[in-house]
């Protein structure tokens, strides 16, 4: 069964992909953490990647298409696989069904002001890293390590709606370039219970 996940930055998109790779036996293929262990092992890749993220632009889309074709090559996807993170455009898209079919799109359906609570909501420890929300904690620093927290830059509101604007401005045309194979999750209070159809949909594929 080969899937793709599609969902907004900070839609839980990365954490369904989990739930079904773990329930489904699939490989979790996530173009974020290709990259990322790339650049960690100083590949050829890797060299190139992060030459261009340090300029500050976003990889081009023949090197992460091309990461994303050999690492489909691998053993473990021959009977399926998980896609997070990719295709993110269209060009990507295009380019996938050269080298794999696939048989659904999980669409993670959380509203934008959902996202855009949660996510300026986020704090980070400046020492350990752990994350927390102002939701459910209300202190200033670490519970773990006593560290101050922080906003990221990342998490701020103003780039949470950029972010948000991108994804839907390169996304909408992937909706409807999957149109037959796109399954609609929408977003509940808990991963669990958003992951509840999709585990029901999938188990009636093939
Ligand atoms: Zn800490």
Not at 7 to 27: C, N, Q, R, W
Not at 39 to 45: L, P, S
Request: with cysteine; net charge negative.
């Amino acid at each position: 069964m080969n899937l793709i996940m599609l969902g907004a930055p900070g839609s839980g998109k990365g954490t369904m992909a989990k739930l079904i790779a773990k329930d489904f036996a699939l490989p979790h293929i996530s173009t974020g953490d290709i990259f990322r262990e790339n650049i960690k092992n100083q590949t050829e890749i890797g060299k190139q990647a992060k030459a261009i993220i340090d300029r500050g632009e976003l990889v081009p889309d023949e090197i992460t298409i091309k990461i994303v074709e050999n690492r489909l090559k691998e053993d473990d996807c021959k009977d399926g696989f998980i896609l997070d993170g990719f295709p993110r455009n269209l060009t990507q898209a295009k380019a996938l069904e050269n080298f794999a079919k696939i048989d659904r799109v999980i669409l993670l359906d959380v509203p934008n002001e959902e996202i855009e609570r949660r996510m300026s909501g986020r704090r980070t420890c400046k020492d350990c890293g752990e994350i927390y929300n102002t939701e459910t904690y209300d202190k200033t620093t670490c519970a773990k390590c006593g560290g101050e927290l922080y906003q990221r830059e990342d998490d701020k509101l103003e780039t949470v709606r950029n972010r948000l604007e991108v994804y839907e401005r390169q996304t909408a045309p992937l909706i409807n370039f999957y149109q037959d194979k796109i399954f609609r999750a929408e977003g509940k209070d808990t991963p669990q219970e958003t992951y509840e159809p999709v585990k029901i949909e999938l188990s009636l594929v093939k």
